[in-house]
T-cell receptor, first 113, second 115 residues
Framework: EAGVTQFPSHSVIEKGQTVTLRCDPI?????LYWYRRVMGKEIKFLLH????????ESGMPNNRFLAERTGGTYSTLKVQPAELEDSGVYFC???????????FGPGTRLLVL | GDSVTQMEGPVTLSEEAFLTINCTYT??????LFWYVQYPGEGLQLLLK?????DKGSNKGFEATYRKETTSFHLEKGSVQVSDSAVYFC??????????????FGSGTRLLVRP
């Protein structure tokens, strides 16, 4: 069974540009989470999808971040326009319904110059 | 709000040494507690977990006991190997069924084991 995959693995963009990160969860996992780790600090929750619906988006930092999960399969996280402080590693995780254990992808390392 | 505090690293040990990584938490309810590990170049992997007080999680020689009285979940291993070199994250989840099981993480502790 394939694990959680994320694309791209690395992205280097300039301030003001747009970047879109993609996450493919484990097949059959209704729950999808986005997290990020900035500057070697703690990993922080961004948002949670149940199928295509946003269950909890309390961790989204501002309206420059837009997450979607059309059809309840893969998810995208768009940052527009990117700022320097958005640099970090963005993790995606998925889990089965009503299960606590989350399975993480390898992360996307974003660098905004 | 809920939070997790881990000892700062890096922690450098010789092979076969005893490992302890401290983790304490603050939570309003009765969270589940987790240790995740990130090996170089890889994603986060669940190492072990405990869902209620006095539970002991264990995996790959690592252990952690859920201590409600001290709000702690310290990670231990009796004899570390070079292959244990990684970043270790303590985390909690206060989710309930049909709601978000979002994880709250500590800042991570880097472990380096020398031959």
């Amino acid at each position: 069974e394939a694990g959680v995959t994320q694309f791209p693995s690395h992205s280097v963009i300039e301030k003001g540009q747009t970047v879109t990160l993609r996450c493919d969860p484990i097949s059959g996992h209704d729950n999808l989470y986005w997290y990020r780790r900035v500057m070697g600090k703690e990993i922080k929750f961004l948002l949670h999808f149940v199928k295509e619906s946003k269950q909890d988006e309390s961790g989204m930092p501002n309206n420059r971040f837009l997450a979607e999960r059309t059809g309840g399969t893969y998810s995208t996280l768009k940052v527009q326009p990117a700022e320097l402080e958005d640099s970090g590693v963005y993790f995606c995780a998925s889990s089965q319904v009503r299960q606590e254990t989350q399975y993480f992808g390898p992360g996307t390392r974003l660098l905004v110059l | 709000g809920d939070s997790v505090t881990q000892m700062e690293g890096p922690v450098t040990l010789s092979e076969e040494a005893f490992l302890t990584i401290n983790c304490t938490y603050t939570a309003t309810g009765y969270p589940s507690l987790f240790w995740y590990v990130q090996y170089p170049g890889e994603g986060l992997q669940l190492l072990l977990k405990a869902t209620k007080a006095d539970d002991k999680g264990s995996n790959k020689g690592f252990e952690a006991t859920y201590r409600k009285e001290t709000t702690s979940f310290h990670l231990e291993k009796g004899s570390v190997q070079v292959s244990d070199s990684a970043v270790y994250f303590c985390a909690l989840s206060e989710g309930r069924m049909d709601s978000s099981y979002k994880l709250i993480f500590g800042s991570g502790t880097r472990l380096l084991v020398r031959p």
